[in-house]
């Protein structure tokens, strides 16, 4: 039984500019996959109606954030702390639907790619790019706890990618699950990378190039979703 709400988020700003054509077809990936989920595309003025009614004391701090990419982090949780369902950046394509990795599932994340550490501990790296969650989920609850706080806005002043991944990205988000309790790692699903981020970093740059090999292909073999990393955020 899937306990996940049916409902896809994701997030373009439109402050920049208007949301280009290759990730309009990425976007149409998820909708003719989870043809009877509810889509929604938030945009800025969608972001900031969403926090004034539902999250008015968090409102000071996400203003006062120095950099836009981190209102674009808090308000996924926000909204999957809400309302539940999925949240995907745009440079994430669907495969095929992922209903039977989501099965009983309370809240997941998208193992990028994992290391292992001077104890022969594997240590799993996962991001915020592809997350699922039912609503009042208590690690999303910390997460929310996390990114609000003044300290946050204090943060040294160090290079803005480090930044933002350590405030409210992948860098904040696997410190909290490796701090976190057994009970609480035991809700959280870590997919898999070969699942929903088979190409690393580099093969993602070199499919994003046009390049279709042997490689590829096999990173494929048991893919339900791709992360292109295209990283506009940098």
């Known amino acids: ?14 402050i920049d500019e208007p949301l280009p054509r290759h990730f309009e077809i990425l976007g149409e990936s998820w909708k003719n996959d989870y043809p009877e989920w ?9 972001m900031n109606d969403f ?9 000071d701090i996400y203003q006062a954030y120095p950099y836009n990419v981190q209102r674009w982090d808090v308000i996924r949780y926000l909204i ?4 539940g369902g999925m949240y995907v950046d745009f440079d994430y394509q669907s495969l095929e639907r992922m209903d039977n990795l989501l099965a ?3 809240c997941c994340f998208s193992e990028e790619e994992f290391y292992i550490d001077g104890h022969g501990n594997r240590i799993s790296v996962f ?3 592809l997350m699922l969650s039912i609503p009042g989920h208590p690690f999303m609850k910390k997460i929310i706890d996390e990114v609000f706080t003044e300290g946050v806005l204090k943060y040294p002043a160090i290079p803005r990618s480090t930044c933002v991944l350590e405030t409210t990205g992948p860098g904040m988000l696997c410190r909290l699950y490796k701090n976190a309790t057994p009970t609480d790692r035991d809700s959280i699903y870590l997919i898999p990378s070969c699942y929903v981020s088979p190409f690393s970093v ?6 994003r190039r046009g390049y279709r090999g042997a490689e590829v292909e096999a990173a494929l073999e048991n893919a339900y979703a791709v992360h292109y990393f295209w990283g506009g955020w940098l």
């Open 104 to 106: 009983d599932k309370e």
């Open 202 to 207: 580099k093969q993602a740059g070199m499919v």
């Open 1 to 14: 039984m899937n306990r996940i709400p049916k409902m896809i988020h994701q997030v373009w700003s439109g």
């Open 80 to 83: 999957l702390y809400r309302m």
């Open 127 to 129: 991001n915020n790019a």
């Open 38 to 46: 509810e889509y929604i595309v938030w945009d800025n003025q969608k």
């Open 51 to 59: 926090i004034q009614l539902y999250y008015p004391e968090y409102w």
